[in-house]
């Protein structure tokens, strides 16, 4: 039946001479119905029925064993389908957590440098402000992050954020000297990097500036 994909009934089974049958006639077995479980065309397992007190089945009650095997392979597909889903979803949960405590390991070393680093997302917003900025510009990162770059840090000089921003979504980076008011209104000067990167997370394009 798993080979051919095809049901095979065995009735009279006492007295038939069919050597496929010898195993459950040892049973006690009289009638037999074995039926192929399957699924897009491709049997996953068998069903099998059998009484000890007949010898044949009507033909109703084979209809009936047709439609049980064929919810029972849909059941065992459905199954599967959730195993292997479950399987994906703690694959990626592990994943996840790798790349979190990477993720984690990055923004402690980004802490730990002495130049101003800042992440800043499609929207303007910054998302990520480091000690080295807080020590540059005097905004704590619950001061700085969830603002708008350039409402946060006003320029002193040409170009504008707003127009860097516009060169590197175009070149993917821009390079340069740049000013800055800071929180209490001392003006600096920093050499500037900005670059277009991948966020890790959810691969979102966002620029990273390195003053």
């Known amino acids: 039946v798993a080979r051919d994909a095809r049901r095979i009934v ?11 049958t010898d195993l459950v006639r040892s049973f006690g077995i009289k009638a037999y119905a074995c039926h192929p479980l399957i699924v897009e065309g491709q049997v996953i397992g068998t069903l099998s ?6 010898l044949t089945f009507a033909g109703d009650e084979l209809s009936l064993m047709k439609t049980v095997a064929d919810q029972v392979a849909i059941a065992m597909e459905r199954i599967r389908l959730f195993r292997s889903e479950k399987e994906r979803a703690d694959e990626l949960e592990q994943l996840v957590s790798k790349r979190t405590v990477q993720l984690n390991q990055q923004a402690e070393l980004l802490n730990l440098a002495h130049d101003a680093i800042i992440l800043i997302d499609k929207d303007n917003k910054i998302t990520f402000w480091n000690t080295g900025a807080e020590e540059t510009y005097g905004f704590s990162k619950e001061e700085a992050i969830g603002r708008i770059v350039h409402d946060l840090l006003k320029t002193t000089s040409d170009p504008s954020m707003q127009d860097i921003m516009t060169i590197v979504e175009r070149k993917g980076h821009w390079e340069g000297e740049l000013g800055h008011t ?4 001392k003006q600096v000067l920093v050499h500037s990097r900005w ?17």
């Open 195 to 211: 670059a277009l990167r991948q966020n890790a997370v959810d691969g979102t394009t966002e620029i990273m500036e390195v003053n």
């Open 10 to 20: 065995a009735e009279n089974i006492p007295t038939t001479p069919d050597a496929r």
């Open 49 to 54: 029925f059998g009484t000890r007190s007949r």
């Open 182 to 185: 800071c929180k209490k209104g």
